[in-house]
């Protein structure tokens, strides 16, 4: 990463896209603290998050990382209730008020039914899905997500990120497909080749031309019919080509 510099908004949603290997998923790694950044820092509400406590910070940021699988089989509610480790000590047992923001999240993200399944026999969707209950119940303020529709099905896609618009937390997230970037962010930072080329929110950002220059393909831009967000339509020809 070269000189990223971006804003997030307390309550906002801010996504990163880009080409793979554009240095989104090192930048969230800086924000959850699984990297330290060689120069400048990463601040929260003013506050050096590599300074912070260890418990505070997990107390403030919750994430989904690409790598969030399980080795072990846990059921799916001692995986959610790894959540609430930041808010006890040592070997403490989950209290009743704990017990309940598990139980609410598993219902809230669909897996309620599977509390007594283990991990490893859930499919990649349904995992996804317990990881992201895993991180609600940490009540962080800040929401990180690497790539959190990966494995999900259009319903649970749509669910998951139409939970994230109502969830009053600032949102940090890497999405692939632009349009359900443009569906759900209030702003949008594009990399590529480590160094940010443009941040803005959707209209500002995705452009015929941007997305010919980042990511080499040609799409038309249209509105939305029913929410009027820029949406994307592909050409299969190859850049450059004609039919």
């Given at each position: 990463m070269h000189d990223l510099s971006l804003d997030v908004a307390d309550g906002r949603i801010v996504g990163l896209v880009g080409p793979n290997g554009s240095g989104k998923s090192t930048a969230l790694r800086c924000v959850y603290r699984a990297l330290r950044p060689s120069g400048g820092v990463v601040r929260i509400g003013g506050d050096d998050l590599a300074a912070m406590p260890m418990r505070r910070s997990a107390r403030t940021v919750a994430a989904l990382t690409q790598e969030g699988g399980a080795d072990l089989d846990f059921t799916v509610?001692?995986?959610?209730?790894?959540?609430?480790?930041?808010?006890?000590?040592?070997?403490q047992a989950l209290g009743a008020a704990d017990r309940e923001l598990c139980a609410a999240a598993m219902a809230r993200l669909d897996v309620a039914h599977l509390a007594h399944r283990g991990v490893l026999t859930l499919s990649g969707g349904e995992?996804?899905?317990?990881?992201?209950?895993?991180?609600?119940?940490?009540?962080?303020?800040i929401l990180v997500l690497d790539e959190p529709t990966n494995h999900l099905d259009v319903r649970h896609q749509i669910g998951l990120l139409s939970l994230l618009r109502g969830s009053g937390l600032t949102v940090l997230v890497v999405l692939?497909?632009?349009?359900?970037?443009?569906?759900?962010?209030d702003r949008i930072g594009v990399l590529s080749q480590g160094r940010l080329v443009a941040a803005g929110t959707p209209d500002e950002v995705l452009t015929v031309d941007l997305v010919r220059d980042v990511f080499g393909v040609d799409a038309a831009v249209v509105p939305h019919p029913r929410t009027g967000t820029p949406q994307l339509l592909y050409s299969l020809t190859p850049q450059g080509e004609t039919t």
């Amino acid at each position: 990463m070269h000189d990223l510099s971006l804003d997030v908004a307390d309550g906002r949603i801010v996504g990163l896209v880009g080409p793979n290997g554009s240095g989104k998923s090192t930048a969230l790694r800086c924000v959850y603290r699984a990297l330290r950044p060689s120069g400048g820092v990463v601040r929260i509400g003013g506050d050096d998050l590599a300074a912070m406590p260890m418990r505070r910070s997990a107390r403030t940021v919750a994430a989904l990382t690409q790598e969030g699988g399980a080795d072990l089989d846990f059921t799916v509610e001692e995986v959610v209730a790894l959540g609430r480790a930041p808010y006890l000590r040592g070997n403490q047992a989950l209290g009743a008020a704990d017990r309940e923001l598990c139980a609410a999240a598993m219902a809230r993200l669909d897996v309620a039914h599977l509390a007594h399944r283990g991990v490893l026999t859930l499919s990649g969707g349904e995992r996804q899905r317990v990881l992201v209950a895993r991180a609600l119940v940490q009540q962080p303020r800040i929401l990180v997500l690497d790539e959190p529709t990966n494995h999900l099905d259009v319903r649970h896609q749509i669910g998951l990120l139409s939970l994230l618009r109502g969830s009053g937390l600032t949102v940090l997230v890497v999405l692939h497909d632009l349009n359900l970037a443009a569906a759900t962010c209030d702003r949008i930072g594009v990399l590529s080749q480590g160094r940010l080329v443009a941040a803005g929110t959707p209209d500002e950002v995705l452009t015929v031309d941007l997305v010919r220059d980042v990511f080499g393909v040609d799409a038309a831009v249209v509105p939305h019919p029913r929410t009027g967000t820029p949406q994307l339509l592909y050409s299969l020809t190859p850049q450059g080509e004609t039919t």
